[in-house]
């Protein structure tokens, strides 16, 4: 796994964020996340970089799956888009998002507006 960046401490870098509809739904009301849904954070080296670097993805699995972390699922695929580096339910990624525990692990984000096109991964390129 690719732990973030040591000067990394706020968080991630560029990047946009985007959301399926159950995350979208939860986000917007600020409730508890749906099993199913999926947040991927894109890390770009810089803002205008045309390819990221890699995505991090936050998957809510069904309850029972990660008590102690929501039942999140955290993982990092890949700049190419093409495969998974790392899944972990414990270790880096929740250690900082315990921070939001008791806003179900996800950070404030502004405004979500519904991403042109969704979600970037496209299921036959990567199976989360
Ligand atoms: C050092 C703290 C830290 C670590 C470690 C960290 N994150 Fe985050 N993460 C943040 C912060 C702060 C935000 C919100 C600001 C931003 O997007 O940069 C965020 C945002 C996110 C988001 C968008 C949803 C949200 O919570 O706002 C996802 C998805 C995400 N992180 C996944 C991961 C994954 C997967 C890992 C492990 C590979 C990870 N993060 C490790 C701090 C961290």
Not at 16 to 33: E, H, I, K, P, Q
Not at 42 to 60: C, G, H, I, W, Y
Request: proline content about 9%; charged content about 20%; aromatic content about 8%.
């Amino acid at each position: 796994m690719s732990a973030p960046p040591k000067d990394n401490s706020e968080g991630h870098t560029y990047g946009v964020v985007y959301a399926n509809d159950s995350a979208r739904a939860a986000l917007a009301g600020r409730t508890t996340f749906p099993a199913g849904s999926v947040i991927v954070r894109e890390k770009l080296s810089a803002p205008d970089a045309a390819t990221p670097q890699l995505l991090a993805v936050m998957f809510k699995r069904a309850p029972g799956f990660n008590p102690k972390g929501g039942d999140w699922e955290f993982l990092t695929v890949d700049g190419s888009l093409k495969k998974i580096t790392a899944r972990q339910k414990k270790g880096s990624c929740l250690g900082c998002h315990s921070r939001q525990s008791e806003r179900d692990f996800v950070f404030t984000l502004p405004p979500v507006s519904p991403a042109p096109g969704g979600l970037r991964i496209a299921p036959a390129k990567v199976r989360l």
